[in-house]
């Protein structure tokens, strides 16, 4: 609440001296605007990610489409349209080349950022809708993270999957989240 600026709903409702810390300068008054409003995806966003030079912008929705932008212009500059459901993750490869997408019909693809023309891979899991997605730092690897509490490794250039590690234990997050939180 120190942060929020002082003008705002947020702060006037729920700012109470006693209970925050103030800062004592160079607070704002009022929410900045947006630098730039993004639109063309006709269901939520569910993942965003820029690219390592800054100059792109890649979008995952829920309306099955992974949206490439100009962070400069804001334009988009295309529409990649391979995922039959959601998706939920999406990333940029550390040389700003490729793009890597996880969706809820279980697929990860891999885009060429300069093509834009067609995916340079698919990857299929068996364990559900895949969450997350990221690359190695050499790129050479991407990871997913899947709804059956899987993650995987796969090699690039392969499309194969060289590990698959287990643990994780959503019944549990869940029930914790729930009490915690009533």
Sequence with gaps: MPFTPTRTVLYQTF????LYPSVLGGFQHSWSPPLQILAGHTDAVWSVAVSPDGKQL????WDRSV?????????????LRWHEDWVN????????????????DATIWVWDVITTEEATSILRTNEGA????????????????SQGKII??????????????????GVRWFRHLFTRWN
């Design 130 to 145: 895949v969450n997350s997605v990221a690359f190695s730092p050499d790129g050479m690897k991407i990871v997913s993270g």
């Design 58 to 61: 890649v979008s995952g929705s």
């Design 152 to 169: 995987h490794v796969w090699d690039m250039p392969a499309g194969a999957n060289i590990s698959k590690m287990t643990g994780h234990d």
């Design 89 to 104: 993750s999406v990333a940029f490869s550390p040389d700003g080349t490729r793009v890597v997408s996880g969706s809820e």
């Design 67 to 79: 949206r490439l932008w100009d962070t400069d212009t804001g334009a988009e500059i295309s529409e």
């Design 15 to 18: 700012y109470h001296a006693g």
